[in-house]
């Protein structure tokens, strides 16, 4: 089981940037990462996944050039830079496990083992 705790949520004008954190413990190794997002009345989608090693990336078509994903596995964090942000960009921000034999390109919400608590992300107008 992977334990993962975001932070660096907050809010930002339309135009800014932020740089989420995500801090995983637990069996990491060969745990590919993902962020997700939801905002109220809405499922949860996919943003963007990274291998277990940093070295594999995918992102959906919404944040494709604007949000960079890495990892650092010395300090086993992830982080998500997200920059040009826009006003649809609101929303709370997921990380999340992908269960064993999960590939950045297959990481859904049916393939999640475990999420972090959420931050909030407001990009303001």
């Known amino acids: 089981q992977v334990q993962l705790v975001e932070s660096g949520g907050g809010l930002v004008q339309a135009g800014g940037s932020l740089r989420l954190s995500c801090a995983a413990s637990?069996?990491?190794?060969?745990?590919?990462i993902g962020w997700f997002r939801q905002t109220p009345g809405k499922e949860r989608e996919f943003v963007t996944a990274?291998?277990?090693?940093?070295?594999?990336?995918y992102y959906s078509d919404s944040v494709k050039g604007r949000f960079t994903a890495s990892r650092d596995s010395a300090k086993n964090t992830v982080y998500l830079q997200m920059n040009s942000l826009k006003p649809e960009d609101t929303a709370v921000y997921y990380c999340?496990?992908?269960?064993?034999?999960?590939?950045?390109?297959?990481?859904?919400?049916?393939?999640?083992?475990?999420w972090g608590q959420g931050t909030q992300v407001t990009v303001s107008s």
């Open positions: 999340a496990a992908g269960a064993l034999g999960t590939t950045v390109r297959s990481m859904s919400l049916a393939t999640v083992a475990s």
């Open positions: 990274i291998s277990w090693n940093g070295g594999t990336t």
């Open positions: 637990g069996r990491t190794f060969f745990t590919n």
